[in-house]
Nanobody, 125 residues
Framework: VQLVESGGSSVQAGGSLRLSCRVF????????MGWFRQAPGKEREGVAG????????YYADSAKGRFTISRNNAASTLTLDMNNLKPEDTGMYYC????????????????????WGQGTQVTVS
């Protein structure tokens, strides 16, 4: 299984970014997917998650109203659209997949996901 993130960059506060994740070697249509981030000196935290069919999305309070997670099952890709970015959004952003059932309450919990990408850096100043 391989997850490859892209789209990270340095932007000014108030700006927007689109992160993408391409997934290889996984039955993508049945995988629960999520975006997580980790700032220096802090624990990894969930940002957004999405159900296998894409019908349900889950967001951290900090992401609600600003970020949108989506997936394209035909292309095995995951996207995170981020708007009105703030300096506190700075961090390494990771795409993750869970191939087994995850309780909705755990969709933003890193330990519920078993496959991870290498991350893409987002810096907001």
């Amino acid at each position: 299984v391989q997850l490859v993130e892209s789209g990270g960059s340095s932007v000014q506060a108030g700006g927007s970014l689109r992160l993408s994740c391409r997934v290889f070697g996984l039955t993508y249509t049945t995988a629960l997917m999520g975006w997580f981030r980790q700032a220096p000196g802090k624990e990894r935290e969930g940002v957004a998650g999405i159900s296998a069919a894409g019908g349900r999305a889950y967001y951290a309070d900090s992401a609600k109203g600003r970020f949108t997670i989506s997936r394209n099952n035909a292309a095995s890709t995951l996207t995170l659209d981020m708007n009105n970015l703030k300096p506190e959004d700075t961090g390494m952003y990771y795409c993750a997949a869970a191939s087994s059932l995850v309780h909705p309450q755990l969709m933003l919990t890193p330990t519920a996901f078993n496959d991870w990408g290498q991350g893409t850096q987002v810096t907001v100043s």
